[in-house]
């Protein structure tokens, strides 16, 4: 290389600095990984330490800062440009496909509110813009500080900085590819996962019906023996509540779509411990102590949710007890915590 020109040295030297920007680029697999990969080359080739890149959402054609490398990093998502011309220098770059510095006397007019917090937060007195262009693909901008001197040096050489810029968006859109490939078959299995549920949901729901109306076919053979009505009416409503959980799976419910309505804590747990009697806990030798407060009033609640809770805690204290034992249950009106007040069951 020593026989060659200073101008085919300075090529051989760009292309041979390039291909290691490419490798490096290409050894990422996350688009935060590739980000961190871009800053690195920036820093090594430019001396550009301090930088944010944005990335154009399409839908709302706005700019939004996705990562920096910065001391208060915790600030840059709170970055966002409209893509309009005369917005900011970040926009304007993109808009023109070059280049453009916070010193470039042609677009000092251009400086907004916005860059001015840009080059505070990039803790320099000015920035360079650098747009990240694939085809007709706009894909966003990067963003580094710099003072007049380096904006300079920058200048001088455009031709690897384009070459740059070139390799970042390739390796950018890569990344966000894969990511929105990724993220439509995720939703062609919810789509897909939602599809078995609900013929799942109608299967079960048939046999839940069946049940329910040999029930009533028993409860009116079997007329009024012995509370029987009473346990005939907390069977249906456990079938209801199973008939209810089961929906929930086809269209899962946030907690402001449960149905609230008055509860009666007492309430609840009485008619719970009469199915847990029959069905468990006098084969098993397990009594209850039971230390209900009368004066616990009724609470706007998801009675079903509370239902399952109590469902589960009684199951496995059951369980913990094969050999016979003791469930103490009590609840307890005005527990303050923390100057609210509450109902306590233990």
Known sequence: SSLLPDREKQEVRKFALLDGVRQHLD???????????????????FGLSRCICFLL???????????????????????????????SLVSEALLLRAPLSSFDQQVAELSSVVDGQLCKLLDCSGMVCIP?????????????????????????????????????????????????????????????????????????????????????????????QQGVQEQFAILNEEIERVGNLILRMREPATGADLPQGAVDINGLITDLLEIFRLSQFERLGIREDLALDAAVPPIVSS????????????????????????????????????????????
């Open 27 to 45: 050894g990422t697999e996350q688009l935060s990984d590739t980000l961190v990969a871009i800053f690195q080359d920036l820093k090594i080739l």
């Open 132 to 224: 990240l262009v694939r085809g007709d693909s706009e894909i966003g901008v990067l963003v580094a500080g710099v003072d007049a001197a380096a904006s300079q040096t920058l200048a001088n050489q455009k031709s690897l900085l384009d070459c740059f810029a070139d390799a970042a968006s390739s390796a950018v859109q890569q990344r966000r590819r894969l990511l929105e490939e990724g993220a439509e078959m995720l939703q062609q299995e919810r789509r897909k996962q939602q599809s078995e549920i609900k013929k799942l949901v109608h299967e079960a729901n048939n046999p839940l019906a069946i049940i329910k109306n040999y029930l009533q076919v028993l409860s009116h053979k079997l007329g009024d």
């Open 303 to 346: 009675r079903s949710s509370i239902k399952q809770v109590l469902t589960n805690l009684l199951k496995n204290a059951t369980e913990a007890m094969p050999d016979g034992g003791e469930i103490e249950l009590s609840t307890r009106d005005r527990v303050n915590v923390n100057g609210r007040q509450y109902i306590e069951l233990r």
């Open 57 to 87: 959402d399409n839908d709302s054609r706005c700019l939004l800062a996705e990562a920096g490398n910065v001391a208060d990093s915790a600030r840059v998502g709170e970055f966002r440009v409209r893509m309009e011309p005369g917005i």
